[in-house]
C-alpha cells in the first residue's frame, strides 16, 4: 500500500495529453477523463460541506478519486483523509495537491488502498462515499466488509453518508445517449456518449461509455471503456447499513436536503454508527 502522507503528495504523475493507447483498464481510463467530464460539478459539495460543519472533522472519504469533493473540505478547514486503490486517480490528486499547496494540502492524507482493507490510526466523525462510488463494490459481500472497515475506523456515533442513484429498470437497454461535449485545455473536442444493460440476474449494470476525441491537428478517434456498477435499492441499502452498523437516520432524494421520493433521481443515505 502506498501511502502519501499530509502534506507530501510526491508519487509518479498521470499523463493528462489524451495520448494513452486505446485499451486501459477501467479505472485508469476513469481518471483520464473523471476530471474533464466533472470538474465543474459542485452541486453536492454544499451537502458534504453542511454535513461536516455537523460533526467537525476529521473526515474520511472512501474511494475519493480525484478529489474534487476533498479539495473544497479541506479548503474548509477540515483534515480529510482520502482512501482509493486507484494509482492513476490518486496521481492526479497529488498532481493538484501539489499546485493547490498551503493549508489545504496540509489538511489531507491520502491512503491508497482498498476500502474493505485499509488501515488508519484516526477514529473519523464523519465518512462519506459520494456520487455512486459505493456501487462499483458489485457483490453483498464486498459491500458488507467495506461497511465494517469503515465503521471500525468511526468515532462513536460518527455519521456516514452514501449517495448513489436511484435505479430506473424502464430505461431502454442499449440506447445510446448522448452526455455531452467538452473542449479540452489542449485544443480537444471530447463528446461522451453512454449506453446502459442490465444483468438483473446478479444486480449488476454495464454502462458502457464512447469518447469521440477530435483535434484539427490529429485523426479522429474513439475510446471506449465499461463500468460494472451494483444496482441498490431503497429499502436493500437501509437493510445493508443496519446489518453493518449503521442506522439510517435520513434518505434524501437530491443534495438539497429534499426528502427521497420513489421517482428521485438519487438516494443520499445519512446514517449513524451504532
Known sequence: MRTSKKGKSSSARSDTSFEEPEALDEYEQSAKYYDV????????????????ERTGGPILESMCGTGRIMIPLADAGYEVTGVDRSAAMLDILSAKLDLIGGKVEENIDIIQ????????????KLAII?????????TRGEQEEALANINKHMDKNGLLAVSVFNPRLDRPEGLVRHRGTKVTSKGEII???????????RGITNVHYFYDISRQDKEFRRVTTTMKLR?????????????????????????????????SELMAFVARKL
Do not use: I
Open 231 to 263: 444496482l441498490l435499492f431503497y429499502q436493500e441499502t437501509v437493510d445493508l447499513l443496519m446489518d453493518n452498523g449503521f442506522a439510517v437516520e435520513e434518505t434524501y432524494g437530491d443534495y438539497a436536503f429534499s426528502p427521497f421520493r420513489k421517482n
Open 37 to 52: 467530464w466533472y470538474e465543474d460539478f459542485t452541486e453536492d459539495v454544499g451537502f458534504y460541506v453542511s454535513l461536516a
Open 130 to 138: 459520494p456520487f455512486n462510488s459505493f456501487l462499483h463494490l458489485l
Open 113 to 124: 488502498g482498498d476500502v474493505r482493507t485499509f488501515k488508519s490510526t484516526k477514529k473519523f
Open 191 to 201: 463528446s461522451k456518449f453512454e449506453s446502459q444493460t442490465f444483468d438483473l440476474t
